[in-house]
């Protein structure tokens, strides 16, 4: 040992040497176990919002592998955006005013790890009987746009809320979506009045009369697909479904991804707000078992397998992560 230490460092040799180097090794051991703790401590609670691109995994969204247990992101989930992405010029200044992205896979919201803001959800008790329903819908929105408000602005996308139709029947709907509704009661967005249209005739069964979490499983995934409209995603997908033939196969898989992605945004929402005032754990559940048990899904060909909603769902609400939601980007097994 020695004979090495003094061919690497000349004139120094022996025992002292033998000596300085043992102590810094052990230095070095100590170092290493200290950053080891600290790393995996603040890998927990609000501390993991400091988290960067290198702490993720390098392929976004579901894979398709994903065990049924109860995990919601909560306050592990990313920070909201920290910088403008949409609104800025060519020079890269920022621009006074947000302006939508009309992309899928490249858009920018996905391309990096951003979260919704958290919330403190008050929600009235649920009652069944249109009125109530109207009031409860009206909380929950709130909330939705408290949550997806800090997110959009602060990637430098729009935002404004959505309008609420909730009719005791699906008849006395006055929506430029009117078609919608040709094959009987049905909950939907209408993007070309930018309303979520929640009919109590169409609400009641598809959350099976239950309370707060079924309601919210259904009304989060018709807002997700607000929240498309209001960044470009569902204009872009318009523009390339057309051009696939709209009732092609590749069109019907564009309708999946459109679909998926609105369940991931429903479960970043709901996971990531986890735990806070009324969203609590029987909230989460009842919503979960809603999406599991395929209540909310109709047609499997335009909406994906019952398989597929509940992994993309469930994905949401543990990663709480835009750049997980990237539906676009995934293989077409993961979106059947």
């Not at 170092?31 to 290198?54: K, P, Q």
């Not at 995603?233 to 679909?259: C, F, W």
């Amino acid at each position: 040992m020695n004979s090495t230490f003094g061919s690497r460092l000349g004139p120094l040799r022996g025992n002292r040497m033998v000596l300085i180097w043992v102590v810094l090794g052990v230095v070095g051991a100590l170092t290493a176990t200290v950053l080891l703790v600290t790393g995996h401590s603040a890998d927990t609670g609000e501390m993991r919002t400091a988290r960067t691109l290198s702490d993720y995994s390098t392929t976004p969204g579901f894979t398709g592998a994903l065990p049924d247990s109860v995990n919601p992101i909560g306050d592990a989930a990313p920070p909201v955006a920290f910088a403008p992405l949409a609104g800025l010029s060519q020079a890269g200044m920022a621009v006074a005013s947000s302006r939508a992205v009309q992309a899928l896979a490249d858009h920018p919201l996905f391309a990096q790890h951003v979260g919704l803001g958290r919330v403190d959800c008050k929600l009235p008790a649920w009652h069944d009987d249109p009125e109530a329903a109207r009031a409860f819908y009206r909380a929950a929105i709130a909330c939705l746009d408290a949550s997806w408000e800090p997110t959009l602005r602060g990637a430098g996308l729009p935002f404004h809320p959505p309008k609420l139709l909730a009719p005791t029947e699906s008849r006395d709907v006055a929506s430029q979506c009117m078609q919608r509704l040709r094959n009987g009661p049905a909950t939907f967005y209408c993007a070309a009045d930018e309303t979520l249209v929640l009919p109590y005739d169409a609400m009641r069964p598809l959350s099976s009369g239950s309370r707060r979490g079924a309601q919210l499983a259904v009304l989060s995934t018709e807002y997700g697909h607000h929240v498309q409209n209001l960044i470009g995603v569902m204009q872009a997908y318009n523009e390339k479904r057309s051009t696939l033939g709209r009732d092609s196969t590749a069109g019907r898989e564009q309708s999946r991804r459109m679909e998926l992605q609105a369940r991931c945004f429903s479960g970043m929402f709901l996971g990531t707000n986890f735990g806070r005032a009324d969203i609590d754990e029987q909230t989460w559940t009842e919503a979960s078992h809603t999406v599991q048990s395929g209540h909310a899904t109709r047609d499997a060909r335009m909406q994906g397998t019952e398989e597929n909603v509940w992994g993309w769902w469930k994905w949401g609400s543990d990663k709480g992560d835009t750049w997980e939601c990237n539906t676009w980007y995934s293989s077409p097994a993961h979106v059947e």
